[in-house]
């Protein structure tokens, strides 16, 4: 009688008893506004070109993959060149299934028992869950009252912590405000006097929808070798069920990474999509576009309803300020519309949309909050 015998204990790490795992609720429901996906679906040819190169990799796939994946790193490097007018080697990228892995890698590396990751919140909510995960100290500054970074904040925060990671998302999650290079620049300056040296990650995950004049934080890789400059395929390419994520920065950084890696850790599919997709980034581009004139459209529209909304460079909106921010999601989700219930108290996050899904999110949003 099984149900009598006493089930032995796991030894599950204390810090862990009782937690859920992360994530947002995968609800199905007509518009789907609520993790910052790009509701373009790829087209015909890139489904097609996608399909080619994968029945190409299937032909190989009782091999293990590349492991260093070198013509997906030269395709990233070319993509980055075009984007940014940044050019930089091989031996400067690196990519992982989505870049919360490259997270893991950077924290495997440069963080552990002993050292502290440390970040400005409100900022993404994975962030103390890759120091979790790694055992390495979580420390969370704060950010102003309009989401920017106070310098001379990060500097003393910095000094007082000594991390050995500081991870700066910027557009920033769930706000869409971005970091100007000065910003950047104190926190480099900072912490390069940490003793035992600490590694400053600028993550742009969503650094495609920048407005025009915002810098990205590649422009600084040069002349500063511990910055590492994460993005993500998941966002502006459309590609959020391939899982790819990548960095740039100096090749000894880079190096430290492949150390922690488990080996093969990029399928030879995965390996293949994404170089099918980054064939395209032109096109793909061109829809980055419409997306940042639908999200500047928004951002205008939600004022002119007598909003409060933070500057986004993202493709997402941060609103408010609503006395029962929980109401207001709900009335939206009854619609059909789901959002993202978060960030500081009396805001909401919505991403930007097709064109008719903004008209459905802001129909129901008139209904909802009676504006
Ligand atoms: C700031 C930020 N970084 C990283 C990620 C993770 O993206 P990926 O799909 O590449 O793992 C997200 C996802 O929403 C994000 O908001």
Redesign the pocket.
């Known amino acids: 009688m099984t149900a009598d015998i006493a089930r032995p204990a796991l030894p599950l790490r204390p810090e862990l008893v009782g937690l859920e795992p992360y994530g947002a609720p995968q609800l199905d429901v007509p518009h789907l506004l609520n993790?910052?996906e790009n509701p373009y679906a790829p087209s015909e040819q890139v489904v097609a070109d996608i399909a080619a190169a994968v029945a190409d990799a299937a032909r190989g796939l009782n091999r293990y993959p590349d492991r260093d994946f070198e013509a997906l790193r030269a395709d990233l490097a070319d993509y980055l060149a075009a984007e940014s007018g940044v050019r930089l080697d091989v031996a400067q990228l690196w990519a992982a299934n989505?870049?919360?892995e490259i997270m893991l890698h950077v924290l495997q590396a440069f963080g552990g028992p002993g050292r502290t990751a440390l970040s400005f919140a409100p900022t993404?909510s994975m962030y103390p869950e890759y120091a979790r995960d790694t055992s390495t100290a979580w420390v969370a500054g704060r950010r102003e009252e309009d989401f920017s970074l106070d310098p001379d904040a990060a500097r003393a925060a910095i000094a007082e912590h000594t991390p050995s990671v500081v991870l700066l998302?910027s557009p920033n999650?769930p706000t869409g405000t971005a970091l100007p290079a000065s910003t950047v620049l104190a926190v480099l300056a900072a912490a390069a006097d940490v003793p035992g040296g600490c590694v400053v990650v600028v993550?742009e995950?969503y650094g495609e929808f920048r407005r025009r004049g915002v810098p990205s934080a590649l422009e600084l890789l040069a002349d500063h070798p511990h910055l590492a400059v994460s993005r993500?395929m998941?966002k502006a390419f459309g590609l959020?069920g391939a899982r790819v994520?990548y960095l740039a920065a100096a090749s000894d950084l880079v190096d430290a990474l492949r150390v922690v890696r488990l080996p093969y850790h990029l399928s030879g599919v995965t390996q293949a999509v994404a170089r099918a997709a980054l064939a395209h980034s032109a096109e793909l581009m061109a829809q980055v576009g419409s997306l940042r004139d639908e999200r500047d459209a928004l951002v205008v529209w939600l004022r002119g309803k007598g909003l409060t909304v933070a500057e986004s460079d993202a493709n997402f909106v941060l609103f408010g300020m609503f006395d029962d921010r929980h109401a207001i999601w709900q009335g939206l989700l009854d619609r059909g519309v789901l959002i993202r219930e978060v960030g500081p108290d009396g805001w909401l996050r919505v991403s930007v949309g097709t064109r008719e899904e903004t008209a459905a999110f802001k129909d129901a949003l008139v209904e909802v909050a009676s504006l």
């Open positions: 993790v910052n989505g870049s919360n993404y998302a999650n993550d995950a993500t998941s959020a994520g």
